[in-house]
């Protein structure tokens, strides 16, 4: 890790008011350490991790997500409602869920066009919208 790239991910952390242990640190890097919007999976996260040689535990794996999603680093998109992904960009935008890879990847928000939605229930309000549109491949 370069001190240039553990200053932006230890920023990232300490911006959101969230202690930039070594594990932290570790994740925040492989998220965000390039600069470029990631969906990623606990499970996916995990093994870049242990690829790249960094001694982290998947329970742990899935804490520090969960973490970085309450602080607003990031945000979870479930698919199907029992799989989650993570995606950096925080941004309100649609998702693209390729079925045949089990892959997520953001979808042209300018080009998603939503003109109403229903009433929501008495004593309740509209917190968010997901869109999430699955994908195959033809043929």
């Known amino acids: 890790m370069h001190a240039h790239a553990q200053n932006r991910e230890t920023d990232w952390l300490t911006k959101a008011g969230l202690r930039p242990t070594r594990q932290r640190v570790a994740l925040a890097e492989m998220l965000v350490g390039d600069g470029q919007h990631r969906h990623v999976t606990a499970e996916s996260l995990f093994a870049e991790a242990h690829k790249r040689g960094d001694s982290v535990s998947?329970?742990?794996?899935?804490?520090?997500?969960?973490?970085?999603?309450?602080?607003?680093?990031?945000?979870?998109?479930?698919?199907?409602?029992?799989?989650?992904?993570?995606?950096?960009?925080?941004?309100?935008?649609?998702?693209?869920?390729?079925?045949?890879?089990n892959r997520l990847s953001d979808a042209p928000a300018e080009e998603l066009e939503i003109t109403r939605l229903p009433e929501a229930p008495e004593g309740a309000e509209i917190a968010s919208v997901d869109v999430v549109i699955r994908l195959r491949r033809k043929g």
């Open 58 to 101: 998947l329970a742990t794996v899935y804490n520090t997500l969960r973490a970085f999603c309450e602080a607003g680093l990031i945000q979870e998109v479930t698919v199907d409602g029992s799989k989650s992904y993570f995606d950096t960009n925080t941004h309100d935008h649609p998702h693209f869920f390729w079925e045949d890879e």
